[in-house]
């Protein structure tokens, strides 16, 4: 099966520094890349994804890079807030079959 | 509204009690999931369904048992309920093309 790998655990950022959660995985054939935002209590919801045949996307603040090659994907958030504060999870799968996430980063933005 | 309905959201029971976590999605979705979360920690496949009649066990060996009557509904049963089983559960559904979707999760407490 799909082994995916999260970094860092948990991220300290100073409000309005820019904040870098990177994910790699292990099966080429991995064709769809979603992120997850976590509030406190709350259920994951969809921020960011990205498909096989993209480089990059970006919504504002928020963009995810891919490396096919390398096999790992990014989050980057710019200009942070403290409601970014969160967990965010990566996640990976093949045709929309099983959903594989990371472990999570507890993101923590200082004001 | 087109949503992933979970209930109970919070259930407090004794140990030995049989449970019954109900699911039920009205977004057209043919493929649904169980997961287990501690509070933050990382998401934990139990169960899947890509259709009716149609159940696998997920990555996390699991005590609970699952059932896929009908396409929207996908109940989690626990028959003899223990401590450990403490935990939060997310059911979760997906079709073709698009990202796996949540429900607001069950808060489930064996005392």
Redesign the interface.
Known sequence: GENVEQHPSTLSVQEGDSAVIKCTYSDSASNYFPWYKQELGKRPQLIIDIRSNVGEKKDQRIAVTLNKTAKHFSLHITETQPEDSAVYFCAVTYNFNKFYFGSGTKLNVKP | EADIYQTPRYLVIGTGKKITLECSQTMGHD?M?WYQQD?????H?IH?S?GVNSTEKG?LSSESTVSRIRTEHFPLTLESARPSHTSQY?C?S????????????SWLTVV
């Open positions: 493929k999931y509070p933050g920690m990382e998401l496949l899947y890509y990555d997310l979760a997906t079709l073709l093309g698009n990202t796996i979707y949540f429900g607001e999760g």
